[in-house]
């Protein structure tokens, strides 16, 4: 979908952003940062079934596609990109990406089957798209790892680019999934954050959090960064501090 009629016809440097829909200030601050480096800005929407290992997460993941369109345009994308699953997985997925180190560990370990899903629809995509740069947000730290190292290793000609956690007033970080939050979880759930920084050990990390009321998935160290994953009243939440 062309969202800007103004294109040169030369050749450009081209910034990517892939993503599930439901854009927040997270999706938009990497958004910025592409049209501030390159001459086009191509942004993909695609809620990629292949990485869900939750049905049930998969079929109540929130979307807001006329509001994305809106705040896309405004902020002067030139491309919005709408993949349908034939068009991704002609082949029902019978070929996958599949990493055997780094995906093992983490939220690797709690969503079987979710990095295989990732690195192989984003693989898909930067062949599709021919990227000078795409762009990923480091809440989600693990899968920015492994999109590089994939990247890295196939020899992709683009340039992986790390982008800062955005967050809310509370110190939340932005996702999509917050939408699934009550007012009150939302209050909760910035506890999330400020435990991770806290001068404590993991264990009583855990011990803290499991009292106000999460089911933590993991809390552990990783690159010089401590990550955890939590769920809140069945919305799974990932963050993660530099140590």
Do not use: W
Request: net charge positive; charged share 25%; with cysteine.
């Amino acid at each position: 979908m062309l969202l800007d009629t103004k294109i040169s016809h030369t050749k450009n440097t081209i910034g990517f952003i892939p993503t599930m829909g439901a854009l927040h200030e997270g999706h938009m601050s990497l958004v910025r940062r592409s049209i501030k480096e390159n001459d086009i800005t191509i942004v993909s929407i695609f809620v990629n079934p292949t990485q869900f290992n939750n049905q049930e997460d998969y079929s109540t993941y929130p979307s807001s596609l006329k509001r994305d369109k809106i705040m896309l345009q405004k902020a002067g994308v030139q491309f919005l990109f709408l993949p349908t699953y034939e068009s991704l997985y002609e082949d029902n997925y019978s070929y996958k990406i599949i990493e055997k180190k780094i995906s093992r560990k983490l939220c690797g370990v709690h969503r079987p089957g979710h990095f295989d899903g990732v690195l192989t629809v984003v693989m898909k995509l930067l062949n599709i798209v021919k990227p000078t740069r795409a762009y990923f947000g480091e809440k989600d730290y693990q899968q920015y790892l492994l999109i590089k190292k994939m990247a890295e290793t196939f020899f992709i000609d683009a340039e992986i680019i790390p982008c800062d956690i955005i967050r809310e007033n509370s110190g939340l970080a932005y996702s999509s999934r917050n939408n699934k939050l009550t007012r009150k979880d939302k209050i909760l759930a910035s506890e999330f954050y400020h435990t991770l920084k806290k001068n404590i050990s993991k264990k009583e990390m855990k011990i803290q959090l499991e009292r106000s009321g999460f089911i933590v998935d993991y809390i552990e160290n990783l690159d010089n960064r401590r990550l955890g994953a939590v769920i809140l009243n069945r919305v799974r939440l990932i963050d993660n501090v530099k140590l």
